[in-house]
């Protein structure tokens, strides 16, 4: 199979590229493909997927990489030909390019009453852009990744000392001043106000808010890193200190997962009793967040309906209610659902793009007999993080995170060939031969370097999911489907392929597999969220309203079947 190169000196934003390298992935004839900035960190990916030849281990930084493995020549070179015309088309138009600002400077002059710069670039020039504009007075909005950790404690100082924010890095959602920016949802504007450490956590809460009619002052993303020991919890405090401040905002919510114990005691601190606070840290002790005087949300699910009954003067305690008396209702849906199990089927395979949705359903799924591994696990004891090699198409080796093939639960001795994986892809499970259930964070780096994150391109769940359903001890598969301006344009609807193809293959060993998703979403998104759920449900998925009923009733599935087929 014949690896073709292509080396140009230009720069595309890596968003695009991958976006390219996605199309090459579905021509004819493609069996891998990279398109990326030549760094040293690319060249490393693009190494570990066998992809290296000396053009692109002699490219510079700054030049544009596209390399592609292909089943001959011909197939080869359209791929290429197919890259460049898909660049060509998405590259600035001519009459625009002149007045299309080439610096932040040049950006900030056109553009004098800008207040946020949204900053996507590089993760090692992205401190450097984001120091710029934060000594301009603007807020930035840092999108990047790979930014050094200190880098960031030295933005976040430099903005609280200039009461600005930094939101980041790696910030993929915020709502200011009612426009929605990356991921985020189309929801309406109100009384409540948020900061995050949590991407989709920002998101479940959002649309949460929108389903019972209540609405957004500010959402701040604050970055994953953010109540880490290190960066101290800075843009947590200072959104905070915003949001009292803050007259449009009447009730505040604050949501992170697991924050090192000495930062959440400081947050908690700063709470007012001015305004009511819910605090949604999950996994968290609830006793320190009522003693700080603020209001304890187990799940986002009750942090969304507990605020949007303050913002319309309600108790806050009164939807929760609520909510336990509705989850009743799961337990005849769990065993109408364990009747479909054949004995042996008790494993739970929970396959998330949201990591948040994969921090909040392991929490929720602490009470079963077996515990529950994960790639970014709650419990660092339960890290799926065995490393074995695999032969890629190619008969070269590459690493991934998996248990030993002999006692490979994902992928059992007769179908551990699979063709259709891309070599550079990751196959994840427990080094321990006894684990049961598995929840795997999809956008973690080891499955999204090089590629488009799962939100964005579902090709690598969507494989996924075929391959679980091949292990006859799968009993459910868990799903979470995000929506929003940044998601796919179909999440729903990319997936039933393969969730057919899933039960075809159950179903060819006499088995079939529960499927349980929810999804994250408002009716205004561009994907409405009555028509991704009405797509699920036509394809026989079980829909629930939000993460963490689809979690609970998942556990329950797989304990009644664990204890149905123990005791005989």
């Known amino acids: 199979m014949p690896i073709l190169t292509r080396i140009r000196a230009e720069y595309h934003d890596s968003i695009i590229l991958m976006q390219v390298a996605a199309a090459l992935l579905d021509l004819p004839g493609v069996e891998d493909a990279a398109v990326v900035m030549g760094t040293p960190a690319n060249q490393e990916i693009v190494a570990g997927a066998g992809l290296l030849t000396p053009e692109v281990a002699a490219a510079r930084p700054d030049d544009l990489v596209i390399v592609v493995r292909a089943a001959d020549e011909a197939a080869g070179q359209a791929a290429l030909a197919q890259a460049q015309e898909i660049l060509a088309r998405r590259g600035p138009r001519t009459e625009t390019t002149a007045a299309r600002p080439k610096s932040l400077a040049a950006a900030l002059h056109a553009a004098p009453d800008a207040n946020l710069v949204v900053i996507s670039v590089a993760g090692r020039y992205a401190g450097r852009e984001a120091r710029a504009a934060l000594d301009a007075g603007r807020h930035v909005l840092l999108f990047s990744d790979n930014v050094p950790l200190e880098d960031e404690i030295g933005l976040k100082q430099l903005a609280v000392s200039k009461g600005l924010l930094c939101m980041g890095p790696d910030a993929g959602t915020a709502i200011i001043n009612g426009v929605a920016l990356g991921f985020a949802n189309a929801v309406p504007r109100g009384r409540v106000g948020l900061v995050s450490a949590a991407g989709t956590g920002l998101q479940a809460v959002t649309t949460g808010l929108a389903r019972r009619g209540a609405g957004v002052s500010q959402a701040i993303g604050a970055g994953g890193r953010d109540l880490s020991e290190a960066v101290g919890g800075l843009m947590m405090l200072q959104g905070l200190q915003m949001l009292q401040a803050d007259p449009q905002t009447e009730v505040i919510v604050l949501i992170s997962k697991p924050p090192a114990p000495s930062v959440a005691a400081k947050v908690l601190a700063a709470i007012s009793p001015a305004k009511p606070t819910v605090v949604c840290f999950l996994g968290a002790d609830p006793g320190p967040i009522e003693a700080a005087g603020a209001l304890p949300a187990t799940t986002l699910a009750q942090a969304a309906a507990g605020a949007a ?57 602490q009470g079963l007999p077996e515990p529950v591994y994960s790639n970014a696990p709650l419990d660092k004891a339960r890290k799926l993080e065995h490393v074995v090699t695999h032969p890629s198409t190619d008969g070269s080796e590459q690493q991934a995170l998996s248990r030993p093939p002999a006692q490979d639960a994902v992928n059992p001795p007769h179908t551990t060939k699979h063709p259709e994986r891309r070599p550079h892809e990751v196959r994840t499970q427990s080094k321990d031969a006894t684990v049961v259930h598995t929840i795997i964070d999809l956008g973690e780096d080891e499955f999204t370097q090089g590629r488009l994150h799962p939100m964005i391109d579902p090709a690598l769940r969507n494989r996924r999911i075929v391959e679980e359903a091949r292990d006859p001890a799968t009993a459910v598969i868990l799903l979470d489907y995000v929506l929003g301006y940044g998601a796919h344009p179909d999440p729903a609807g990319a997936s039933l392929d393969a969730l057919r193809a899933a039960q075809r293959v159950a179903a060819e060993d006499g088995r079939q597999i529960v499927f349980i998703a929810s999804v994250c979403g408002a009716e205004a998104d561009p994907q409405p969220l009555s028509e991704q759920e009405a797509k699920l449900r036509a394809a026989g998925v079980i829909v629930l309203p939000d993460n963490a009923a689809a979690a609970r009733l998942a556990g329950l599935v797989v304990a009644l079947a664990g204890n149905a087929f123990e005791n005989g």
Request: charged share 20%; net charge neutral; proline share 5%.
């Open 309 to 365: 009954a303050l913002a319309a003067g309600g108790d806050y305690y009164g939807p929760l209610a609520e909510m336990a008396e509705a989850s009743k209702a799961l337990i005849p849906l769990a065993e109408a659902a364990r009747g479909l199990l054949r004995p042996g089927q008790r494993s739970l395979r929970g396959l998330f793009t949201g990591g948040t949705f994969c921090y909040e359903a392991q929490a929720l799924l």
